[in-house]
C-alpha cells in the first residue's frame, strides 16, 4: 500500500488519518466502541515491549489497542 502504514510501525508521537481497516466485522465494531474509526484523526502515544498493546489518542480520549488489530489499522501520516 503507498504511503499508508499499519499503525504498529507509526512512531510515538506522531499523528495520522485511519484510511483503512483491515478487519471483520467483530473487530470493526469493537474500534467503533473505542471512537477509533476511518476518517478519523490519530496520535500514537506509545507502544508496549513484546508486541504489546499500542496507545492511541484522539481528543481527549486515550486507547490501546491490541498488536494484532493495531496490525490490520493503516494510516496516513500527517507531515508537520
Do not use: C, E, P, W
Given at each position: 500500500?503507498?504511503?499508508?502504514?499499519?499503525?504498529?510501525?507509526?512512531r510515538s508521537g506522531q499523528n495520522g488519518k485511519i484510511v483503512q481497516i483491515d478487519g471483520g466485522a467483530g473487530m470493526n465494531c469493537?474500534?467503533?466502541?473505542?471512537?477509533?474509526?476511518?476518517?478519523?484523526?490519530?496520535?500514537?502515544?506509545?507502544?508496549?515491549?513484546?508486541r504489546g498493546p499500542v496507545i492511541v489518542s484522539?481528543?481527549?480520549?486515550?486507547?490501546?489497542?491490541?498488536?494484532g488489530m493495531a496490525q490490520k489499522i493503516w494510516v496516513e501520516i500527517e507531515q508537520p
Open positions: 500500500m503507498n504511503g499508508l502504514i499499519s499503525l504498529v510501525n507509526m469493537r474500534l467503533d466502541a473505542l471512537g477509533l474509526r476511518v476518517g478519523k484523526t490519530i496520535k500514537k502515544v506509545s507502544r508496549q515491549l513484546m484522539h481528543g481527549n480520549t486515550r486507547a490501546a489497542v491490541g498488536f
